[in-house]
């Protein structure tokens, strides 16, 4: 009597080649029963593939990866257990396949909770669409519809949006021809090291002489030349060359001595 108790039309008998399968010791004649029950079975991981359509992964590689989840589940099934074949096989090639979608088709890895939370958003966002369309659900809609707390469903709808990772040279929508992402991201400002060298010798500065202060300012900061700083104090250039080379060798000896 055959223990495969069959729920679709593409689940063959194969009750009797899986007893012959485990009669046969490893070798080409038991190969060739297991290729014949993978073959029959086929059409059945195709279909179970077919659920996962529409999920940004294409048809053949669903199919492949149900194949192999068919493969295992061939190799792995003991009929002397009285189940019938497609009861353990339906759970192990989907089971394959969701495994494949969580290690393979995040671009950036997340944890599983984050990844289970979006699966339960969108569902719940796919049964809610039919009973208030025309309008998106509410977080507390959504909460309600998954048994989830809101905070949860935020973490689950940010996931949504983070499945795959945007191209930096992707055209960004409405913008100019050729107008990326990449074009949008901010460069080093090499004025933050002025801030950062600014902010340091600044309490050296307040400690110097007015006077020294201001050759400082007239210099530094009013780009004034030597020589014309000279003729505003009434001094000598040379005299203005040294007080800057003395006032600069003091603030970086104060900066060092303060970094230490």
């Known amino acids: 009597m055959s223990t495969d108790h069959h729920a679709h039309d593409d689940a063959p008998d194969t009750a009797e080649s899986f007893r012959t399968l485990a009669l046969l010791a490893p ?52 009929p002397e257990r009285g189940n019938a074949f497609e009861s353990y096989a339906v759970p192990t090639i989907t089971g394959e396949i969701k495994r494949h979608f969580r290690d393979h088709t995040w671009t950036v890895h997340v944890p599983r909770r984050v990844q289970d939370l979006r699966n339960r958003v969108r569902f719940a966002i796919q049964d809610l669409s039919q009973t208030v369309p025309g309008r998106r659900p509410t977080t507390a809609e959504i909460a309600a519809q998954a048994g989830l707390g809101e905070e949860d469903v935020l973490v689950g709808l940010e996931a949504l949006q983070s499945y795959t990772a945007l191209s930096l040279d992707a055209e960004l929508p409405g913008g100019e021809d050729g107008y ?81």
């Open 27 to 78: 070798g080409p004649q038991h190969d060739a029963v297991r290729e014949q029950i993978v073959v029959a079975w086929l059409p059945m991981a195709d279909r179970l593939a077919g659920r996962f359509r529409n999920r940004g992964e294409s048809s053949e590689d669903l199919c492949q990866v149900a194949a192999l989840g068919l493969v295992k589940a061939v190799d792995r099934y003991d």
């Open 180 to 260: 990326s992402l990449s074009d949008t991201l901010g460069a080093p400002d090499p004025a933050l090291d002025t801030v950062i060298n600014r902010e340091t010798v600044k309490p050296g500065i307040q400690t110097l002489p007015e006077r020294d202060q201001l050759i400082l300012h007239l210099r530094f900061f009013g780009g004034l030349t030597q020589a014309a700083i000279a003729e505003q104090l009434g001094i000598s250039q040379m005299h203005v060359s040294r007080l800057i080379s003395r006032c600069c060798d003091r603030l970086r000896d104060q900066a060092m001595h303060d970094a230490a």
